[in-house]
């Protein structure tokens, strides 16, 4: 961490615990913004799947027995 972002920290620990939570908030939410291209990407995954599933190359699968495999 740079000498900015520790200056930032001790800052944002001398604010009331309702305006932290919201400090929190708002830097978690900048770095949670949409990629375009991992979504374009995914959209051509998505497609992909579906197009394999209605030719029968991919095989659906209960979510119950998704989730039984990896409580084991």
Do not use: F, H, T
């Not at 972002?5 to 949670?32: F, M, N, W």
């Not at 991992?38 to 030719?55: M, P, Q, S």
């Amino acid at each position: 961490m740079n000498a900015k972002a520790k200056d930032l920290g001790e800052q944002a620990r001398g604010l009331s615990p309702q305006d932290r939570i919201a400090l929190v908030e708002d830097v978690l939410d900048s770095l949670d913004r949409a990629d375009p291209n991992i979504d374009r990407l995914w959209a051509k995954e998505a497609g992909e799947r579906l197009a394999a599933y209605r030719r029968g190359d991919l095989a659906a699968r209960d979510l119950s027995d998704v989730i039984a495999k990896y409580r084991r």
